[in-house]
C-alpha cells in the first residue's frame, strides 16, 4: 500500500473516502437525507472564509471552506453529538491572523507555525493510518487486551451493546474519538494568546484598575465543574494544574473542549459510546503536548489513542509554515542572463544585473516583508501492517532559501524528528516504524539531494551546461561544487556551527543563486 499526501488530496479525501469510513459504522444513515446547516453555521462559514483570505488566497480558502463543510457534515450525520458543530465553525481563523504577527514585547517574533488547517491534515493522516495501514486493528487489540485504564474504561461504558460485534464497536469510537481529537487538540491556541496578550496589556501602567487582572479562571473551579471527567481522574490533578498554570495550549484546548460538554451538563444526556468519543478525545488532546525526559517516552499500551493522536501531530509537517517579518527583499533573476539582480551598495534604490542592465526602485513608502516559511511539499506512506515506511518531502530549493533567513531553522527542525523516531521504536502492538528525510543547512548538500532526487545522468547535466549560452558560468559553478564537496567548506550535513559556517555558506548561495535555481529546475525536469 502506498498513499501521497498533500492538501490536494486531502480536499479530495473528505469529499468521500473519509464519509465513507463513518457511513459504515452509522446507524442512522438511511433516517437522514441531508445534513442540517442552520443560519448560525452559514453566518459562522462566511466569516471563516472572509478572515481566510487574510492569509491565504481566495481559491485557497474557498477550498478550505468546502473541507469544513465536508468535515461538518461526518460530525453531524455520523459522530452526532450535539455541540460539537459550534467547535468547528467559529472564529479561529480569524484569531489566528493576530496570532501569526505576534511578537514579544523585546521584539522578538513568537514563529509560532499555524494551527487551524494542521488540525484539518491531522484528521486526514490519522484516518489514513487507520484505515488503509490497520492501525484501527492495532488500537484494537491493545484495547481488548486491556493494557491499560483507558481499555477498562470504554469497555464498562459499552457493556450493555458489547456483545453483537466487540472488534466493530470498539472501532467505531477508535475513529471517532480520533477525529475529534484531531480536529480539536489545538482549541487552546487562541486562549493561551489571550492570555499572553493581556499579561502584556496589565503591564502598561494606564491601564492600571482599569482592566481586571483576573483573566483566568482559577484552576479550583475547573476541577470543580471537570471533577467527574476521565481526565481528571486519570491524571494527577497537581499535573494538570502546573500546565494550566503554564498556559500549556494542550491543557487549555482540553480543557476548553470539556467545558463545552460540561459547563451546559450536556455530557450527562450522552449514552455510553458517545461520552466515551468526548472523554477520550479530551484525555488524547491533553497528553498531546506531555513532555518527556531522556529516560521516559509516550508508549502506544498505556494510551494508544493519546499516542496515536500525538504521532499524528508531531509527523504532519507537510505546508504547514510559519509567518515571519523581516527585512528581506524578493531575489530577482534576470531572464537573459540567468544572474541574480541585487541592490547596488552605494544606492539601494538602484538594482543591478551582472550583465549591465539597472533597475531603480521607485517605491517610496518603507516596507518589511511578511514571509511564510514552509520547507516541506508532502508526504508519502509505503507499506503493510508489518513495516511502515514514512517519508517527509522536504523541499531542497526552499532549503537554500531557509538557511539564507534562519540557518539554524532545521538544526530544531531535526531535534523534532529524532524526538519521533524515539517515540517509534519498540512499540508493542504496532507495525515497525522507518521515518526517511532529508534536511541541511549546507548548500553542498543540498545540491548533491537535488542531483540524488533527479533522473537526469551525469552525462545529461553536462550536456546541459555545455548547451547554456547565456552568462551564467555554470562550468565554474559546477566546478566549485565539485571543489566545495572535497573540502567541507560549510562543515557537516546539518552544521551546529553558526560562527564558523553561517556567512560562508549564505555569501556562496546568494553569489550563485542564479546559477543554483536554473540547475535545480533542469533537474525537475
Given at each position: 500500500?502506498?498513499?501521497?499526501l498533500?492538501d490536494?488530496k486531502?480536499?479530495?479525501?473528505?469529499?468521500?473516502?473519509?464519509?465513507?469510513?463513518?457511513?459504515?459504522?452509522?446507524?442512522?444513515?438511511?433516517?437522514?437525507?441531508?445534513?442540517?446547516?442552520?443560519?448560525?453555521?452559514?453566518?459562522?462559514?462566511?466569516?471563516?472564509?472572509?478572515?481566510?483570505?487574510?492569509?491565504?488566497n481566495?481559491?485557497?480558502?474557498?477550498?478550505?471552506?468546502?473541507?469544513?463543510?465536508?468535515?461538518?457534515?461526518i460530525?453531524?450525520?455520523?459522530v452526532?453529538?450535539?455541540?460539537?458543530?459550534?467547535?468547528?465553525?467559529?472564529?479561529?481563523?480569524?484569531?489566528?491572523?493576530?496570532?501569526?504577527?505576534?511578537?514579544?514585547?523585546?521584539?522578538?517574533?513568537?514563529?509560532?507555525?499555524?494551527?487551524?488547517?494542521?488540525?484539518?491534515?491531522?484528521?486526514?493522516?490519522?484516518?489514513?493510518?487507520?484505515?488503509?495501514?490497520?492501525?484501527?486493528?492495532?488500537?484494537?487489540?491493545?484495547?481488548?487486551?486491556?493494557?491499560?485504564?483507558?481499555?477498562?474504561?470504554?469497555?464498562?461504558a459499552l457493556?450493555?451493546?458489547f456483545?453483537?460485534?466487540?472488534?466493530?464497536?470498539?472501532?467505531?469510537?477508535?475513529?471517532?474519538?480520533?477525529?475529534?481529537?484531531?480536529?480539536?487538540?489545538?482549541?487552546?491556541?487562541?486562549?493561551?494568546?489571550?492570555?499572553?496578550?493581556?499579561?502584556?496589556?496589565?503591564?502598561?501602567?494606564?491601564?492600571?484598575?482599569?482592566?481586571?487582572?483576573?483573566?483566568?479562571?482559577?484552576?479550583?473551579?475547573?476541577?470543580?465543574?471537570?471533577?467527574?471527567?476521565?481526565l481528571?481522574?486519570?491524571?494527577?490533578?497537581?499535573?494538570?494544574?502546573?500546565?494550566?498554570?503554564?498556559?500549556?495550549?494542550?491543557?487549555?484546548?482540553?480543557?476548553?473542549?470539556?467545558?463545552?460538554?460540561y459547563?451546559?451538563?450536556?455530557?450527562?444526556?450522552?449514552?455510553?459510546?458517545?461520552?466515551?468519543?468526548v472523554?477520550?478525545?479530551?484525555?488524547?488532546?491533553?497528553?498531546?503536548?506531555?513532555?518527556?525526559?531522556?529516560?521516559?517516552?509516550?508508549?502506544?499500551?498505556?494510551?494508544?489513542?493519546?499516542?496515536?493522536?500525538?504521532?499524528?501531530?508531531?509527523?504532519?509537517?507537510?505546508?504547514?509554515?510559519?509567518?515571519?517579518i523581516?527585512?528581506?527583499?524578493?531575489?530577482?533573476r534576470?531572464?537573459?542572463?540567468?544572474?541574480?539582480?541585487?541592490?547596488?551598495?552605494?544606492?539601494?534604490?538602484?538594482?543591478?544585473?551582472?550583465?549591465?542592465?539597472?533597475?531603480?526602485?521607485?517605491?517610496?513608502?518603507?516596507?518589511?516583508?511578511?514571509?511564510?516559511?514552509?520547507?516541506?511539499?508532502?508526504?508519502?506512506?509505503?507499506g503493510?501492517?508489518?513495516?511502515?515506511?514514512?517519508?517527509l518531502?522536504?523541499?531542497?530549493?526552499?532549503?537554500?532559501?531557509?538557511?539564507?533567513?534562519?540557518?539554524?531553522?532545521?538544526?530544531?527542525?531535526?531535534?523534532?524528528?529524532?524526538?519521533?523516531?524515539?517515540?517509534?521504536?519498540?512499540?508493542?502492538?504496532l507495525?515497525?516504524?522507518?521515518?526517511?528525510?532529508?534536511?541541511?543547512?549546507?548548500?553542498?548538500?543540498?545540491?548533491?539531494?537535488?542531483?540524488?532526487?533527479?533522473?537526469?545522468?551525469?552525462?545529461?547535466?553536462?550536456?546541459?551546461?555545455?548547451?547554456?549560452?547565456?552568462?551564467?558560468?555554470?562550468?565554474?559553478?559546477?566546478?566549485?561544487?565539485?571543489?566545495?564537496?572535497?573540502?567541507?567548506?560549510?562543515?557537516?550535513?546539518?552544521?551546529?556551527?553558526?560562527v564558523k559556517?553561517?556567512?560562508?555558506?549564505?555569501?556562496?548561495?546568494?553569489?550563485?543563486?542564479?546559477?543554483?535555481?536554473?540547475?535545480?529546475?533542469?533537474?525537475?525536469?
Amino acid at each position: 500500500m502506498e498513499r501521497n499526501l498533500n492538501d490536494e488530496k486531502m480536499y479530495e479525501y473528505f469529499q468521500k473516502e473519509a464519509k465513507d469510513i463513518f457511513a459504515e459504522f452509522s446507524e442512522r444513515l438511511d433516517k437522514v437525507e441531508e445534513f442540517p446547516v442552520c443560519q448560525m453555521t452559514r453566518a459562522g462559514i462566511s466569516k471563516i472564509y472572509k478572515s481566510l483570505q487574510v492569509i491565504y488566497n481566495k481559491e485557497e480558502a474557498a477550498q478550505e471552506v468546502c473541507l469544513i463543510e465536508n468535515v461538518y457534515e461526518i460530525l453531524t450525520r455520523f459522530v452526532g453529538i450535539k455541540g460539537m458543530e459550534h467547535l468547528l465553525v467559529n472564529n479561529y481563523a480569524a484569531i489566528e491572523n493576530g496570532i501569526f504577527l505576534e511578537h514579544s514585547a523585546e521584539g522578538t517574533p513568537k514563529r509560532i507555525r499555524e494551527h487551524y488547517k494542521h488540525q484539518f491534515r491531522n484528521a486526514y493522516l490519522g484516518l489514513l493510518l487507520l484505515k488503509d495501514f490497520h492501525f484501527d486493528d492495532c488500537i484494537t487489540d491493545c484495547m481488548l487486551d486491556k493494557k491499560n485504564e483507558y481499555a477498562y474504561l470504554i469497555l464498562a461504558a459499552l457493556t450493555e451493546k458489547f456483545e453483537r460485534n466487540k472488534r466493530q464497536m470498539l472501532k467505531e469510537i477508535i475513529y471517532k474519538s480520533f477525529l475529534v481529537s484531531a480536529l480539536f487538540h489545538d482549541i487552546g491556541y487562541p486562549l493561551a494568546y489571550y492570555f499572553r496578550t493581556a499579561d502584556e496589556i496589565h503591564q502598561f501602567a494606564p491601564f492600571f484598575k482599569i482592566v481586571n487582572p483576573a483573566v483566568k479562571t482559577v484552576f479550583a473551579e475547573i476541577k470543580a465543574l471537570l471533577n467527574n471527567s476521565w481526565l481528571f481522574q486519570t491524571v494527577a490533578h497537581d499535573e494538570i494544574r502546573k500546565k494550566y498554570e503554564k498556559n500549556d495550549h494542550g491543557c487549555l484546548s482540553a480543557i476548553s473542549f470539556l467545558m463545552n460538554f460540561y459547563f451546559s451538563g450536556s455530557i450527562y444526556s450522552l449514552d455510553g459510546g458517545k461520552r466515551c468519543i468526548v472523554e477520550m478525545a479530551a484525555v488524547s488532546i491533553y497528553k498531546h503536548t506531555n513532555d518527556y525526559h531522556k529516560n521516559s517516552r509516550m508508549l502506544f499500551s498505556q494510551d494508544p489513542l493519546s499516542y496515536f493522536l500525538r504521532l499524528c501531530d508531531d509527523l504532519q509537517e507537510w505546508q504547514r509554515f510559519l509567518v515571519c517579518i523581516e527585512e528581506k527583499h524578493n531575489y530577482l533573476r534576470c531572464a537573459e542572463c540567468g544572474k541574480i539582480i541585487r541592490p547596488a551598495r552605494e544606492d539601494s534604490s538602484i538594482y543591478q544585473c551582472s550583465c549591465g542592465k539597472q533597475f531603480q526602485k521607485i517605491t517610496q513608502m518603507e516596507n518589511k516583508k511578511m514571509s511564510y516559511i514552509d520547507i516541506c511539499n508532502g508526504m508519502r506512506l509505503e507499506g503493510d501492517e508489518h513495516k511502515l515506511h514514512i517519508y517527509l518531502q522536504y523541499d531542497c530549493y526552499r532549503l537554500l532559501e531557509l538557511l539564507l533567513s534562519d540557518y539554524e531553522a532545521v538544526v530544531y527542525r531535526e531535534k523534532g524528528l529524532k524526538g519521533i523516531e524515539n517515540m517509534l521504536q519498540f512499540q508493542n502492538y504496532l507495525p515497525d516504524m522507518e521515518l526517511h528525510y532529508f534536511l541541511s543547512n549546507n548548500p553542498i548538500e543540498i545540491i548533491k539531494e537535488m542531483q540524488k532526487r533527479s533522473k537526469m545522468k551525469a552525462a545529461d547535466i553536462q550536456k546541459w551546461v555545455e548547451s547554456q549560452k547565456n552568462e551564467m558560468n555554470l562550468k565554474e559553478f559546477m566546478n566549485i561544487c565539485e571543489d566545495k564537496i572535497s573540502t567541507q567548506e560549510f562543515g557537516e550535513k546539518i552544521e551546529r556551527n553558526t560562527v564558523k559556517y553561517a556567512g560562508a555558506a549564505r555569501n556562496f548561495t546568494e553569489q550563485y543563486l542564479g546559477e543554483i535555481f536554473a540547475f535545480w529546475k533542469f533537474l525537475e525536469v
